[in-house]
């Protein structure tokens, strides 16, 4: 099955500063990767996601990329600020598979 | 709020004891997700069902845990004879899926808040 490994485990970044969070998966044929933000005691809220027919999606302050060849994806977070702080996890599936794999997460804080 | 509710948020039980979690998805989709979270780790997945049958469960899923939905609508998680090893949060999710042909743009999995489960 799919592996999916996620780093760094805990990032703390001053405010206005980027963040940026890096992942990488097994399977090629995973083609669908999503990016949660997770909040103490809340379920995890998609805030972006990208396909893999395209390298790179953005959302305002909020971007993935993503490198099949190499089997890796990031989400790349601009001028952080302080409700930025969470857990993100990332996760990959496919469109065949039914199953989503989850990273261990990074705790972000972003210091004020 | 994604539209996923889930019922209840906490829930503290005696080991040995039987707890059931609901879950009400958002109301369109026809796929229903459980996955299991403990502190420090993404969600594992335990079961997801199409419209009311179950198609795929994971080893995670022990005899004790059985998932219901009845009627394609909500579902009820059910574990039996509660251990300490399964206090963790358990997370229902939804999401639609296209037919064949159609771009799976329905692989967008939304979360509900979550069900707490402490075992003492």
């Known amino acids: 099955g799919e592996n999916v490994e996620q780093h760094p485990s805990t990032l703390s970044v001053q405010e206005g500063d980027s963040a940026v969070i890096k992942c990488t998966y097994s399977d090629s044929a995973s083609n669908y990767f999503p990016w949660y933000k997770q909040e103490l005691g809340k379920g995890p809220q998609l805030i972006i996601d990208i396909r893999s027919n395209v390298g790179e999606k953005k959302d305002q302050r909020i971007a993935v990329t993503l490198n099949k060849t190499a089997k890796h994806f990031s989400l790349h977070i601009t001028e952080t600020q302080p409700e930025d702080s969470a857990v993100y996890f990332c996760?990959?599936?496919?469109?065949?598979?039914?199953?989503?794999?989850f990273g261990t997460g990074t705790s972000l804080t972003v210091i004020p | 709020d994604t539209g996923v509710s889930q019922d209840p948020r906490h829930k503290i039980t005696k080991r040995g004891q039987n707890v059931t979690f609901r879950c009400d998805p958002i109301s369109e989709h026809n796929r229903l997700y459980w996955y299991r979270q403990t502190l420090g780790q993404g969600p594992e997945f335990l079961t997801y069902f199409q419209n009311e049958a179950q198609l795929e469960k994971s080893r995670l899923l022990s005899d004790r845990f059985s998932a219901e939905r009845p009627k394609g609508s909500f579902s009820t998680l059910e574990i039996q004879r509660t251990e300490q090893g399964d206090s963790a949060m358990y997370l229902c999710?939804?999401?639609?899926?296209?037919?064949?042909?159609?771009?799976?743009?329905?692989?967008?999995?939304?979360f509900g808040e979550g069900s707490w489960l402490t075992v003492v």
């Open positions: 996760a990959a599936s496919s469109t065949t598979g039914n199953q989503f794999y």
């Open positions: 999710a939804s999401s639609t899926r296209g037919g064949r042909g159609r771009l799976s743009s329905g692989n967008t999995i939304y």
